[in-house]
Structures are given as structure tokens and as C-alpha cells.
């Protein structure tokens, strides 16, 4: 098991089948730095084109169709001391009646402090000059090449992961990809200094980042993504409309309860149907995301 030191020179705005940047082997950790999601670096030089420009692809040697990637966030730290966003909220969670009266777009700068631990507005707005919410760093954007040759823009999100914006995606999960192709072909990028649930409008805190991950190949067969924290499991599905998101993730939810817990479909019914929890991943792009959760304490004894 070795660590692996990248700095990329290219950056890719689809998701799909390139030449590997770097072949790694499984159990290896990649220590690589990503650009924000309009291409800035951490000297904030554009090296990149919106959106989402990814580092990678990367090569899991071992990895086979069929297989999971399992990809472990071990650390996420900002290159930067700036971060940016956008107001106002999305038109996709007003109610139409309202959008009339939404102010002009603007970009604006936040000062993300290393030290404080927090994040907190260059020029702060009315109401907000004692604002400061604690930095967590999470990835906006990753995952593996799709099958069939294709190429998904990292605007959006399917089977494969790509721009799902979900807060779980921080250090200490551990993220499972369906892989399509041989060497899954990771890329990983969009980190956020700090986001609520939904990146409701249109983005996190975006910055540049060095991000630390661990490969593992499972010889196992998903169909979507899915995930595990210190506390809890997941699934994720991303499509749209929202209903159809989850739909995908308590399908896979229960596919996982009974491979690896052996609940039937009436006994996961009836777990599910007390303690599932549903979280709001990205409401703003092509496709939603929505994860399905259940505490691990609830199987601890199954």
C-alpha cells in the first residue's frame, strides 16, 4: 500500500472513459489537489473551465465491471484562505409566484479561516456582521467512468456519482462506486468549504483543495452509490424528479439490508419504515440527489 503525491496539469468537465492520470493499486491513498468549480487554483489562477473541472481520472488496478470502488475521505484541506458563492436561492426551491422578486444574481468572496475554523463573509450583509458557520469541508463532485462509453458532465449525476453536493461526502465517510469500466477511472473534485443541505443556491463555498483518499476494490455489484460514516449507512440516487431520486436510494437501501444484514423485503419494511432517515443531496442541477440513512445501532444485533 503506497501514498501517491498528484498534481494535475489537466482537468476534465465530463465524467467518462480518458487516459488514467495515475495507476494505483488497491489499498493505495492518492494525495491530490483539485481547482474550484470555475477553474480557480489555489493562487486563484484560472487553470480550468466551469464546470466542476475535475482532477483524474485515476487507475484502480484490480477493478473489474462489476466490482465497487470504495473510496475513503480521509482529509480535505482548503489550498486557500477564499472561498465564493452565488445568491439568491434557486428558482428550483421558490415557489414560482416568488421568483419575480428575487434579487439580481451576485458572486461574493468568504474569508475561510484556517485557524478560527470557521467561514465567514468578506463584506458581511445586513443581519449577517456576526455570521461566521464553522468550516466543513466536503466534495461536491466525484466518481467513476459510466458504462457504455459514456460521458456525463460534471453539471450532474447518476449511477456513477458526479455532482451530487451531499454533506456526507466529508472526512471520515467511506463512498461505494458501481464500476463500469476496467480501473473504474475515479475523479474527484468541487470541494466546498462549507454548504447547506440541497446547495440550494447553485453552489457551496467553493475553493480550491488537497484531498487525501483511499482506494479499495469490493468484489460486489451495486447499483448506486452508497456510503458509510462513523455512525450510520447510506444510498444515494440521483435522477430527477425528486421523488424518482428516492425511489433509487430506498431501493438500494434495501438491497443492501438484505445482502449484508438478511433482512427480507417485510423485514426491512418494517425497520425502514421507523428509523430510515432521507437527506437533501443537490436540488439545483439537471439531476437531484437525495440519500437514504439508517443508523448503524438499529444493526448492530441483525
Same mark, same amino acid.
Given at each position: 500500500?503506497?501514498?501517491?503525491?498528484?498534481?494535475? &496539469?489537466?482537468? @476534465? $468537465?465530463?465524467?467518462?472513459?480518458?487516459?488514467?492520470?495515475?495507476?494505483?493499486?488497491?489499498?493505495?491513498?492518492? /494525495?491530490?489537489?483539485? =481547482?474550484?468549480?470555475?477553474?480557480?487554483?489555489? $493562487?486563484?489562477?484560472?487553470?480550468?473551465?466551469?464546470?466542476?473541472?475535475?482532477?483524474?481520472?485515476?487507475?484502480?488496478?484490480?477493478?473489474?465491471?462489476?466490482?465497487?470502488?470504495?473510496?475513503?475521505?480521509?482529509?480535505?484541506?482548503?489550498?486557500?484562505?477564499?472561498? !465564493?458563492?452565488?445568491?439568491?436561492?434557486?428558482?428550483?426551491?421558490?415557489?414560482?409566484?416568488a421568483i419575480p422578486?428575487?434579487?439580481?444574481?451576485?458572486?461574493?468572496? +468568504?474569508?475561510?479561516?484556517? $485557524?478560527?475554523?470557521?467561514?465567514?463573509?468578506?463584506?458581511?450583509?445586513?443581519?449577517?456582521? #456576526?455570521?461566521?458557520?464553522?468550516?466543513?469541508?466536503?466534495?461536491?463532485?466525484?466518481?467513476?467512468?459510466?458504462?457504455?462509453?459514456?460521458?456525463?458532465?460534471?453539471?450532474?449525476?447518476?449511477?456513477?456519482?458526479?455532482?451530487?453536493?451531499?454533506?456526507?461526502?466529508?472526512?471520515?465517510?467511506?463512498? +461505494?462506486?458501481?464500476?463500469?469500466?476496467?480501473?473504474?477511472?475515479?475523479?474527484?473534485?468541487?470541494?466546498?468549504?462549507?454548504?447547506? #443541505?440541497?446547495? =440550494?443556491?447553485?453552489?457551496?463555498?467553493?475553493?480550491?483543495?488537497?484531498?487525501?483518499?483511499?482506494?479499495?476494490?469490493?468484489?460486489?455489484? =451495486?447499483?448506486?452509490?452508497?456510503?458509510?460514516?462513523?455512525?450510520? =449507512?447510506?444510498? /444515494?440516487? $440521483?435522477?430527477?424528479?425528486?421523488?424518482?431520486?428516492?425511489?433509487?436510494? &430506498?431501493?438500494?437501501?434495501?438491497? !443492501?439490508?438484505?445482502?449484508?444484514?438478511?433482512?427480507?423485503?417485510?423485514?426491512?419494511?418494517?425497520?425502514?419504515?421507523? /428509523?430510515?432517515? @432521507? #437527506?437533501v443531496g443537490n436540488?439545483?442541477?439537471?439531476?437531484?440527489?437525495?440519500?437514504?440513512?439508517?443508523?448503524?445501532? !438499529?444493526?448492530?444485533?441483525?
Open positions: 500500500m503506497a501514498t501517491h503525491r498528484f498534481h494535475p &496539469t489537466r482537468y @476534465y $468537465n465530463v465524467i467518462g472513459t480518458a487516459e488514467p492520470c495515475l495507476r494505483v493499486a488497491d489499498g493505495d491513498t492518492v /494525495v491530490a489537489d483539485t =481547482i474550484d468549480a470555475s477553474g480557480l487554483d489555489a $493562487n486563484e489562477v484560472a487553470v480550468g473551465a466551469r464546470p466542476n473541472p475535475m482532477t483524474g481520472p485515476f487507475f484502480v488496478e484490480g477493478a473489474e465491471p462489476g466490482d465497487t470502488l470504495s473510496v475513503r475521505i480521509d482529509r480535505l484541506t482548503p489550498s486557500r484562505a477564499t472561498g !465564493w458563492t452565488y445568491s439568491p436561492l434557486a428558482f428550483t426551491v421558490m415557489d414560482p409566484a422578486d428575487r434579487p439580481a444574481p451576485q458572486r461574493v468572496v +468568504w474569508d475561510i479561516g484556517g $485557524n478560527t475554523g470557521t467561514v465567514r463573509l468578506r463584506d458581511p450583509v445586513k443581519g449577517l456582521e #456576526d455570521f461566521a458557520p464553522p468550516l466543513q469541508p466536503m466534495i461536491g463532485c466525484f466518481g467513476v467512468a459510466p458504462a457504455g462509453g459514456q460521458a456525463l458532465s460534471t453539471a450532474t449525476s447518476a449511477q456513477n456519482g458526479g455532482n451530487m453536493d451531499y454533506r456526507l461526502f466529508a472526512p471520515g465517510t467511506t463512498a +461505494w462506486f458501481p464500476v463500469a469500466v476496467p480501473g473504474a477511472l475515479f475523479y474527484l473534485g468541487d470541494g466546498h468549504a462549507c454548504q447547506g #443541505d440541497g446547495e =440550494i443556491v447553485g453552489t457551496g463555498i467553493e475553493t480550491s483543495f488537497e484531498m487525501e483518499v483511499t482506494f479499495r476494490v469490493l468484489k460486489r455489484t =451495486i447499483a448506486w452509490p452508497r456510503g458509510e460514516t462513523a455512525e450510520d =449507512i447510506f444510498t /444515494v440516487g $440521483n435522477a430527477r424528479p425528486l421523488d424518482q431520486a428516492l425511489q433509487h436510494a &430506498t431501493t438500494e437501501m434495501v438491497r !443492501w439490508l438484505a445482502e449484508d444484514y438478511g433482512l427480507d423485503a417485510r423485514a426491512a419494511s418494517h425497520l425502514m419504515g421507523q /428509523v430510515v432517515r @432521507y #437527506d436540488v439545483f442541477n439537471p439531476a437531484f440527489t437525495v440519500g437514504c440513512r439508517i443508523a448503524k445501532r !438499529w444493526l448492530t444485533k441483525l
